[in-house]
């Protein structure tokens, strides 16, 4: 009798219009697939992929705009040491889940950042050396700013006041001045930086250094290098790159050896290593730190990270080759 209560209770919850509006409120995870060319949207509250949206070219970075009614994805077609016509930002509508424009980024975009108010993006243009400036309400590319050779990774600050570009043959990180749309300044990282982050307040950024197998730490404000930690004793080949809402956890995605690592942004030491899928690149957390998700590249699939036990809870197979991940609303 005890039994059939329960069932009975569990029915009712699972079919209440509480419970299928919870469901329908949860944020949607966003997974640009490089191999299959489109995008998977997944439901965060069932983990299962509710809508693929293709986009024809091969997606890579991909964002979500600050009032969450956008996402926008960096595409790239099959020559990237040309400018070709099917380079671009591609805008995905998130309630009709339909490519909705496509605006210039320069040649083969790869990685991007978009300013807090929502009015530019900044992507990195690997072969052309440079970095575009876009305005999103008008389409138009506002400015081409020479930084290091093969630039990669793009962060904004969260005050939208600077713009910090990886660069992996230079090892470098420019920092250009979003008030000026000029580079004021160039950093030294470790050996091929790949992606950046900002902290939450603005004090720190973290670069992720693929062959030197470190993450560096950089005085946000005085744009000054303070530290490097090393990851997986230099053998992780860390890629991606994320820090928790309240800025105490900064999360690196390990491709070689498929784990995430966990450090603890006061005392920079490494506190806690998770085994995910087969070479884990773009790496995102929830609004509420509750949940990290890794696009993993080689397993097809994304890990879910429970952020308080450093545990996985579950795997959701998406495209081919996944790449990128963003976090809705």
Same mark, same amino acid.
């Given at each position: 009798?005890?039994?059939?209560?329960?069932?009975?209770?569990?029915?009712?919850?699972?079919?209440?219009?509480?419970?299928?509006?919870?469901?329908? %409120?949860?944020?949607?995870?966003?997974?640009?697939?490089?191999?299959?060319?489109?995008?998977? @949207?997944?439901?965060?509250?069932?983990?299962?992929?509710?809508?693929? =949206?293709?986009?024809?070219?091969?997606? %890579?970075? =991909?964002?979500?705009?600050?009032?969450?009614?956008?996402?926008?994805?960096?595409?790239?077609?099959?020559?990237?040491?040309?400018?070709?016509?099917?380079?671009?930002?591609? @805008?995905?509508?998130?309630?009709?889940?339909?490519?909705?424009?496509?605006?210039?980024?320069?040649?083969?975009?790869?990685?991007?950042?978009?300013?807090?108010?929502?009015?530019?993006?900044?992507?990195?243009?690997?072969?052309?050396?440079?970095?575009?400036?876009?305005?999103?309400?008008?389409?138009?590319?506002?400015?081409?700013?020479?930084?290091? =050779?093969?630039?990669?990774?793009?962060?904004? +600050?969260?005050?939208?006041?600077?713009?910090?570009?990886?660069?992996?043959?230079?090892?470098?990180?420019?920092?250009?001045?979003? %008030?000026?749309?000029?580079?004021?300044?160039?950093?030294?990282?470790?050996?091929?930086?790949?992606?950046?982050?900002? +902290?939450?307040?603005?004090?720190?950024?973290?670069?992720?250094?693929?062959? +030197?197998?470190?993450?560096?730490? =950089?005085?946000?404000?005085?744009?000054?290098?303070?530290?490097?930690?090393?990851?997986?004793?230099?053998?992780?080949?860390?890629?991606?790159?994320?820090?928790?809402?309240?800025?105490? %956890?900064?999360?690196?995605?390990?491709?070689?050896?498929?784990?995430?690592?966990?450090?603890?942004?006061?005392?920079?030491?490494?506190?806690?290593?998770?085994?995910?899928?087969?070479?884990?690149?773009?790496?995102? @957390?929830?609004?509420?730190?509750?949940?990290?998700?890794?696009?993993?590249?080689? +397993?097809?699939?994304?890990?879910?990270?429970?952020?308080?036990?450093?545990?996985? @809870?579950?795997?959701?197979?998406?495209?081919?080759?996944?790449?990128?991940?963003?976090?809705?609303?």
């Amino acid at each position: 009798m005890r039994i059939s209560r329960l069932v009975l209770v569990s029915v009712l919850i699972a079919f209440s219009p509480l419970f299928a509006s919870a469901q329908g %409120r949860a944020p949607l995870l966003f997974v640009s697939n490089e191999g299959s060319r489109d995008i998977s @949207v997944v439901n965060t509250a069932t983990n299962r992929v509710v809508a693929t =949206i293709p986009v024809g070219v091969r997606p %890579r970075g =991909i964002q979500v705009s600050p009032d969450g009614r956008r996402v926008y994805v960096a595409l790239s077609d099959e020559h990237p040491n040309r400018a070709g016509g099917r380079d671009a930002i591609a @805008v995905i509508d998130v309630a009709t889940r339909r490519v909705v424009a496509r605006y210039q980024g320069g040649t083969d975009p790869e990685q991007f950042g978009v300013t807090p108010d929502g009015q530019r993006l900044y992507a990195s243009n690997e072969d052309a050396g440079t970095a575009s400036a876009t305005d999103l309400r008008t389409g138009h590319v506002l400015a081409t700013l020479v930084v290091g =050779i093969e630039p990669e990774g793009v962060a904004v +600050s969260p005050d939208g006041r600077w713009v910090y570009v990886t660069a992996e043959t230079s090892n470098t990180v420019s920092v250009i001045d979003t %008030r000026a749309n000029r580079v004021v300044g160039n950093l030294l990282a470790d050996a091929r930086p790949r992606a950046a982050a900002f +902290s939450p307040d603005g004090a720190r950024a973290y670069v992720t250094n693929e062959i +030197s197998g470190t993450l560096t730490v =950089i005085d946000a404000r005085r744009h000054q290098v303070v530290a490097s930690v090393e990851m997986e004793r230099g053998e992780g080949k860390p890629v991606g790159v994320a820090v928790s809402p309240d800025g105490r %956890r900064v999360y690196v995605a390990n491709g070689a050896t498929g784990t995430v690592v966990v450090v603890d942004a006061r005392t920079l030491r490494v506190v806690g290593r998770v085994r995910v899928g087969r070479r884990p690149w773009g790496i995102a @957390v929830s609004r509420d730190g509750r949940r990290v998700y890794t696009a993993n590249g080689i +397993s097809n699939d994304v890990s879910v990270i429970d952020a308080a036990t450093s545990r996985v @809870v579950a795997t959701v197979r998406v495209g081919q080759r996944p790449w990128g991940v963003a976090v809705g609303f």
